[in-house]
T-cell receptor, first 112, second 114 residues
Framework: EPEVTQTPSHQVTQMGQEVILRCVPISNHLYFYWYRQILGQKVEFLVSFYNNEISEKSEIFDDQFSVERPDGSNFTLKIRSTKLEDSAMYFC??????????FGDGTRLSIL | GESVGLHLPTLSVQEGDNSIINCAYSNSASDYFIWYKQESGKGPQFIIDIRSNMDKRQGQRVTVLLNKTVKHLSLQIAATQPGDSAVYFCAENKSGQAGTALIFGKGTTLSVSS
C-alpha cells in the first residue's frame, strides 16, 4: 500500500538554526499538508498546499515557516530560526481530490 | 472557540468486547468527519470517514455514527483485539474539500487487555 514517507525520523537542532523537514507524499496525490503534535497534545494543522500554492494556513504558520515542492516528489517544511517551542512531532499528509488525508510517521524535532 | 473533543481520555476493555469511542463537535457547519488511530511512534492512520449527509457508515469491524442533532460522533469497534490498543482521534473538516484543514480532538487512549 502506498504511504507517505518522512525524513529524518528525528532532528536535533540548536535554537536559532534553520531546519528543513522532508516528505515524499503518495505519488498520485495532489494535495499536501503539514501538521504538528506537541508531546501529549492533539494534532494541529499548519498548512495545506496545492498546485504550488498555499491553500490554507493556520495562525501557527507564521513568517518563520515556509513550504516548498522543489521537485515532482518531495514536499518540504522549513523553519527559518527555530525556537524552543517548535519542538514537536511534525506530520506530513497528502490526499487526492477528496479526503481522507493520509499521514506519514512524522519527524520528531528537538530544539536545544 | 470551535473545537472537536472526546468525552473520555481513556477507555479500557477486554479482548473480544465491543468498544465505543465518543466525540462531540461544536461546529454545526462541519461537513466531514474522520477517525484516525495513532499507535506509539507512528502517524495518524485513517480508519473511517463520514460526510454530514449520512448518519452511519460501516467498515471492517468498525462503524461510525453521526448524530447531527446533538453534534455527536462515535466509533464502534467490534470484537476488540489487543492490536486495537492505540490513541483514537476524531477530526472534522468544514467543507470536506481537499486542501483544507482537519481539526483534531484530543484523543482517547484505548487499552485492550487479553
Amino acid at each position: 500500500e502506498p504511504e507517505v514517507t518522512q525524513t529524518p525520523s528525528h532532528q536535533v537542532t540548536q535554537m536559532g538554526q534553520e531546519v528543513i523537514l522532508r516528505c515524499v507524499p503518495i505519488s498520485n496525490h495532489l494535495y499536501f499538508y503539514w501538521y504538528r503534535q506537541i508531546l501529549g497534545q492533539k494534532v494541529e494543522f499548519l498548512v495545506s498546499f496545492y498546485n504550488n500554492e498555499i491553500s490554507e494556513k493556520s495562525e501557527i504558520f507564521d513568517d518563520q515557516f515556509s513550504v516548498e515542492r522543489p521537485d515532482g516528489s518531495n514536499f518540504t517544511l522549513k523553519i527559518r530560526s527555530t525556537k524552543l517551542e517548535d519542538s514537536a512531532m511534525y506530520f506530513c499528509a497528502s490526499s487526492e481530490d477528496r479526503q481522507p488525508q493520509h499521514f506519514g510517521d512524522g519527524t520528531r524535532l528537538s530544539i536545544l | 472557540g470551535e473545537s472537536v473533543g472526546l468525552h473520555l481520555p481513556t477507555l479500557s476493555v477486554q479482548e473480544g468486547d465491543n468498544s465505543i469511542i465518543n466525540c462531540a463537535y461544536s461546529n454545526s457547519a462541519s461537513d466531514y468527519f474522520i477517525w484516525y488511530k495513532q499507535e506509539s511512534g507512528k502517524g495518524p492512520q485513517f480508519i473511517i470517514d463520514i460526510r454530514s449527509n449520512m448518519d452511519k457508515r460501516q467498515g471492517q469491524r468498525v462503524t461510525v455514527l453521526l448524530n447531527k442533532t446533538v453534534k455527536h460522533l462515535s466509533l464502534q469497534i467490534a470484537a476488540t483485539q489487543p492490536g486495537d490498543s492505540a490513541v483514537y482521534f476524531c477530526a472534522e473538516n468544514k467543507s470536506g474539500q481537499a486542501g483544507t484543514a482537519l481539526i483534531f480532538g484530543k484523543g482517547t487512549t484505548l487499552s485492550v487487555s487479553s
